[in-house]
């Protein structure tokens, strides 16, 4: 099949290099010539495991391509997939302006029957909002040209994006006719051959699952903080009760680890979205509103255990952070507790020391020289007064806390993500705080 593919980023960018791997003719559009030319030339604007190999593999084997003008290729493709970015907006909505946008070029430039297929993660009711677009700007032009309006959200982890989108538990693909339902089929079939596991709904159910799954998790992960903090307080220890809890298969064991707070491009984004599409309809969901709460309360736990080691005077002193990215496996520090830490504690007089095996160049981008970027985790911790755990890297697993106690001024760890086992770090003369523990 023929697909064009509007937008480069983690689903973009993904999504076709994955479709061309299954033998699809694809094009990836952006508006970014710069990135555009980098992809072309094999540089990819984005640290996903296993992308590099199969971007550069499929566009040698001219499978894959690249432009800046979706004109290129528009009168080929079957499908045009929108991923293209949402953002919010200051109340909450999402900014369907670049999803509009490409309707618009389509309607404008489209010559034959296909299938606009939104990837974008967007409110109930967008579909229609697509089709207008089209419809209306084919009625300027004077011509009369079918096509179908289709929702297809991806629900890829950032880390192993290319493994679930190869292997995935569930397509969701929602349609609005059979001849948009057969060439969605044709299309995914080879990815599930073993287990035929796509769910065909209404497009406007298909357009609420995205929303509603994420909102669950992000739910539940809050869930688990306040739990956490509520473990310290009563003396309990919160794996434990998280193994007892996830032993119960009515609920299961996914997403219920405490930490410092969720980040990212899809639950902050997508809870406060689905907040606003609540209000628009008049209706206040309560439970969302308290799970945003919350995490932004979370991402304030590790500054706040922190100062009060200190007693609330943290001037001058140097703190090691392990981990930028909002999670392990990836460069993306969209809305990552790390920007909140390092806020509180420059407001705070500290200096700061930094380490993160991808997200390097993101946080110097988005911080400029305002810190220490160290070449590792030992690097980062020479002469600090406490390191603050962040994100759950495999290579943050067996530290030397030996070469570590004996460069620092304070032996303090504040540990985010609950990775370590505390006699083995109190065992160097660490005092160890982390999340819901004894």
């Not at 606009?116 to 700007?137: C, D, F, M, N, Q």
């Not at 990212?264 to 799970?291: N, Q, W």
Request: aromatic share 8%; net charge negative.
């Amino acid at each position: 099949m023929n697909i064009a593919v509007i937008g480069t980023g983690y689903v973009g960018l993904v999504s076709g290099a994955c479709f061309a791997q299954m033998g699809n003719d694809v094009t990836c559009v952006d508006v970014d010539a710069e990135k555009i030319e980098n992809l072309q030339q094999g540089i990819i604007p984005i640290y996903e495991r296993e992308l590099d190999a199969l971007v550069q593999n499929n566009y040698h084997a001219g499978r894959l391509h690249f432009t800046t003008r979706l004109t290129d290729c528009l009168d080929s493709v079957d499908l045009v997939f929108t991923a293209v970015g949402t953002p919010p907006d200051e109340d909450g909505s999402a900014d369907l302006s670049y999803v509009l946008s490409v309707a618009r070029e389509v309607g404008q430039n489209m010559s034959h029957y296909l299938v606009l297929v939104t990837k974008s993660t967007v409110p109930a009711g967008t579909a229609e909002k697509v089709r207008s677009v089209i419809l209306e700007e084919l009625q300027k032009r004077g011509v009369n040209i079918p096509f179908d309006v289709a929702s297809n959200p991806e629900f890829l982890k950032e880390g192993t994006a290319v493994k679930d989108f190869m292997s995935p538990d569930r397509v969701v693909v929602g349609v609005d006719s059979e001849r948009s339902k057969e060439l969605l089929t044709r299309l995914y079939h080879p990815f599930l051959l073993n287990n035929f596991r796509v769910i065909f709904t209404d497009v406007r159910s298909a357009e609420m699952i995205k929303y509603a799954a994420n909102s669950m998790l992000a739910t539940r992960i809050s869930f688990m903080n306040e739990i956490a903090n509520l473990c310290e307080l009563v003396g309990a220890d919160v794996n434990m009760v998280r193994k007892g809890v996830g032993a119960d298969l009515r609920i299961g064991s996914k997403f219920l680890y405490p930490g410092c707070g969720y980040g990212g491009s899809c639950f902050p984004k997508d809870v406060k979205a689905l907040i606003h599409t609540a209000e628009e309809h008049g209706y206040e969901m309560r439970v969302l509103k308290a799970v945003e709460e919350v995490n932004q309360r979370q991402k304030t736990v590790l500054y706040e255990k922190t100062a009060d080691y200190f007693h609330h005077q943290l001037a001058d002193k140097t703190i090691a952070l392990w981990g930028l990215s909002f999670k392990a496996e990836t460069d993306d520090m969209r809305e990552a507790t790390s920007l909140v830490v390092m806020r509180l504690l420059l407001d705070s007089g500290c200096k700061i020391r930094v380490f993160d095996p991808q997200a390097m160049d993101e946080c110097r981008r988005r911080m400029g020289e305002k810190l220490y970027y160290a070449k590792d985790i030992y690097d980062a911790s020479n002469g600090a007064d406490a390191i603050l755990v962040l994100t759950e890297w495999t290579q943050f697993r067996m530290p030397d806390w030996g070469k570590i106690a004996a460069e620092m001024k304070h032996l303090l760890v504040v540990d985010g993500r609950n990775l370590y086992i505390p006699e083995v770090v109190e065992r160097y003369g660490f005092k160890y705080l982390s999340i819901g523990r004894k």
